[in-house]
């Protein structure tokens, strides 16, 4: 009777049986399958927001450089009006996506300290098709580094790219005579704004996020200089 009851008892030096072992497996399997996943998960959701926050940072940056431009922004009354072309000025046409703005600022930035280069400048913003995918467009600055009574485009320029792919962008300007918000403003116009510019200018810029929804960010410029300069002989 004894011997039959240590038969029956397992013997602890005794190993697993396969169905253990199976068993032990799928468990290992099962939760090697979760860690990876939540890595996974971890990464991606890591990789997402590095993204995001680059690219929240470039259409900041971009929106701060117009509004620095802006708030530069001046005319001067001692111009040849026999000419073609003002040497400064402000005109602005609403375009699909991106309105046209050319106009005269102080806010160009010697790039060495003894450039013989002044701060009076001319700044284009435009668009421009992305040169490798040409489906989505790019934000472009272009600055002629000194004025003149030349056609534009036969001036040499630096182009550089303020934002890459946005579906379009809206400029607003607050006309402080008439009290309003417009789209286009033009001083070389006798019909236009001849002689001053905004007092404000609104800007929003619109994107599409990774999930294909569109995001608008949206920020204010304050022009310092109203009204053109107008230098008197001593």
């Given at each position: 009777?004894?011997?039959?009851?240590?038969?029956?008892?397992?013997?602890?030096?005794?190993?697993?049986?396969?169905?253990?072992?199976?068993?032990?497996?799928?468990?290992?399997?099962?939760?090697?399958s979760?860690?990876?996943?939540?890595?996974?998960?971890?990464?991606?959701?890591?990789?997402?927001?590095?993204?995001?926050?680059?690219?929240?940072?470039?259409?900041?940056?971009?929106?701060?450089?117009?509004?620095?431009?802006?708030?530069?922004?001046?005319?001067?009354?001692?111009?040849?009006?026999?000419?073609?072309?003002?040497?400064?000025?402000?005109?602005?046409?609403?375009?699909?996506?991106?309105?046209?703005?050319?106009?005269?600022?102080?806010?160009?930035r010697?790039?060495?300290?003894?450039?013989?280069?002044?701060?009076?400048?001319?700044?284009?913003?435009?668009?421009?098709?992305?040169?490798?995918?040409?489906d989505?467009?790019d934000?472009?600055?272009?600055?002629?580094?000194?004025?003149?009574?030349q056609?534009?485009?036969?001036?040499?320029?630096?182009?550089?790219?303020?934002?890459?792919?946005?579906?379009?962008?809206?400029?607003?300007?607050?006309?402080?005579?008439?009290?309003?918000?417009?789209?286009?403003?033009?001083?070389?116009?006798?019909?236009?704004?001849?002689?001053?510019?905004?007092?404000?200018?609104?800007?929003?810029?619109?994107?599409?996020?990774?999930?294909?929804?569109?995001?608008?960010?949206?920020?204010?410029?304050?022009?310092?200089?109203?009204?053109?300069?107008?230098?008197?002989?001593?």
């Amino acid at each position: 009777m004894k011997a039959r009851n240590r038969r029956n008892q397992r013997d602890p030096q005794a190993g697993l049986t396969l169905i253990e072992v199976m068993i032990a497996s799928a468990i290992m399997v099962i939760m090697m399958s979760l860690a990876w996943k939540t890595i996974s998960n971890t990464s991606d959701t890591k990789k997402n927001f590095e993204k995001y926050e680059e690219r929240n940072h470039e259409l900041r940056m971009a929106l701060d450089r117009v509004v620095r431009d802006f708030e530069s922004a001046y005319l001067s009354a001692n111009e040849d009006n026999t000419q073609s072309h003002t040497r400064t000025m402000f005109i602005a046409k609403p375009k699909t996506p991106v309105p046209s703005v050319r106009f005269s600022t102080l806010g160009h930035r010697p790039l060495w300290s003894d450039a013989n280069e002044s701060d009076q400048t001319v700044i284009e913003y435009l668009s421009r098709s992305d040169p490798e995918e040409k489906d989505k467009t790019d934000w472009i600055r272009r600055e002629q580094r000194r004025e003149s009574n030349q056609p534009p485009e036969e001036e040499p320029s630096d182009y550089d790219i303020v934002a890459h792919d946005i579906v379009n962008v809206k400029i607003e300007f607050w006309n402080w005579k008439n009290l309003e918000w417009v789209e286009t403003w033009d001083t070389t116009q006798s019909d236009g704004q001849r002689g001053y510019l905004p007092s404000r200018a609104r800007i929003t810029i619109t994107t599409k996020n990774s999930e294909g929804r569109e995001v608008k960010l949206s920020t204010e410029a304050r022009f310092q200089m109203q009204e053109q300069l107008t230098l008197s002989p001593s």
